[in-house]
């Protein structure tokens, strides 16, 4: 009996590769090294393109960074500018009361509390509702310019001229104000030094309209870095 021949494509099948016809055994070969050998398009192309993407997230955090600490600064150089606006009110309520007694005291509470109210409440109505999406330009520039009018102009005044009234009513600095017309005889004693005010409120306008728009810019900004065009 004639010895078994091994069929040949055999080998062949035996290595995972499927032959067609006698002539095609060089390409399945040449198929089978390929895919054992290299690694697929689609991974040696993920390969390449993960240094990119890293790349990019990290140019990303470093943008987000630098406009975090631009809002940062936008947002204290506000509370400074309140906080001046403290001291001009004390000074003003003090010469016009003829108060000498607890300068640092009033000088101390008249530059905390406005910067502190401004900071907050300007991350609270400004940048935390621009960035949770909520409001628009135009809304923005108004709750810039509202926030500068009402914590550092009127929220100073008001502070001042208690702290200032009570301590004229303490040491008799000032004729007291008869009966039934408290309010009117106090606003009557400082109008003409609250006139200084004007400029601390025209100050604070312009400056919150600022800050709102460069606010708005550096949040569009943001948006195009995390949305980027196809």
Same mark, same amino acid.
């Given at each position: 009996?004639?010895?078994?021949?091994?069929?040949?494509?055999?080998?062949?099948?035996?290595?995972?590769?499927?032959?067609?016809?006698?002539?095609?055994?060089?390409?399945?070969?040449?198929?089978?090294?390929?895919?054992?050998?290299?690694?697929?398009?689609?991974?040696?192309?993920?390969?390449?393109?993960?240094?990119?993407?890293?790349?990019?997230?990290?140019?990303?955090?470093?943008?987000?960074?630098?406009?975090?600490?631009?809002?940062?600064?936008?947002?204290?150089?506000?509370?400074?500018?309140?906080?001046?606006?403290?001291?001009?009110?004390?000074?003003?309520?003090?010469?016009?009361?003829?108060?000498?007694?607890?300068?640092?005291?009033?000088? @101390?509470?008249?530059?905390? *509390?406005? &910067?502190?109210? %401004?900071?907050?409440?300007?991350?609270?109505?400004?940048?935390? #509702?621009? /960035?949770?999406?909520?409001?628009?330009?135009?809304?923005?520039?108004?709750?810039?310019?509202?926030?500068?009018?009402?914590?550092?102009?009127?929220?100073?005044?008001?502070?001042?001229?208690?702290?200032?009234?009570?301590?004229?009513?303490?040491?008799?600095?000032?004729?007291?104000?008869?009966?039934?017309?408290?309010?009117?005889?106090?606003?009557?004693?400082?109008?003409?030094?609250?006139? @200084?005010?004007?400029?601390? *409120?025209? &100050?604070?306008? %312009?400056?919150?309209?600022?800050?709102?728009?460069?606010?708005? #810019?550096? /949040?569009?900004?943001?948006?195009?870095?995390?949305?980027?065009?196809?």
């Amino acid at each position: 009996m004639a010895a078994l021949k091994p069929k040949p494509g055999a080998d062949l099948r035996d290595a995972g590769v499927v032959s067609v016809g006698d002539g095609e055994g060089t390409e399945d070969i040449k198929m089978a090294v390929y895919s054992h050998g290299q690694p697929t398009p689609s991974l040696r192309d993920a390969k390449l393109g993960r240094p990119m993407v890293i790349e990019i997230i990290e140019k990303n955090f470093e943008y987000l960074k630098r406009e975090k600490t631009s809002n940062i600064y936008g947002t204290l150089l506000l509370g400074t500018t309140a906080a001046l606006s403290g001291v001009t009110a004390n000074f003003i309520f003090r010469y016009c009361f003829k108060v000498k007694y607890d300068a640092l005291k009033t000088y @101390a509470s008249l530059t905390t *509390l406005p &910067f502190l109210s %401004s900071v907050v409440t300007y991350k609270l109505f400004v940048t935390d #509702a621009l /960035y949770s999406d909520n409001i628009s330009k135009e809304n923005c520039v108004l709750r810039s310019s509202l926030v500068g009018v009402a914590c550092g102009v009127l929220y100073p005044s008001a502070l001042a001229f208690s702290k200032n009234g009570r301590l004229a009513v303490k040491y008799h600095t000032v004729p007291l104000p008869p009966k039934g017309r408290v309010l009117l005889h106090w606003l009557l004693l400082s109008q003409t030094e609250m006139k @200084a005010m004007a400029v601390p *409120l025209l &100050f604070q306008i %312009s400056y919150g309209v600022f800050n709102g728009l460069r606010q708005y #810019a550096i /949040y569009e900004r943001a948006l195009e870095k995390a949305v980027p065009e196809d």
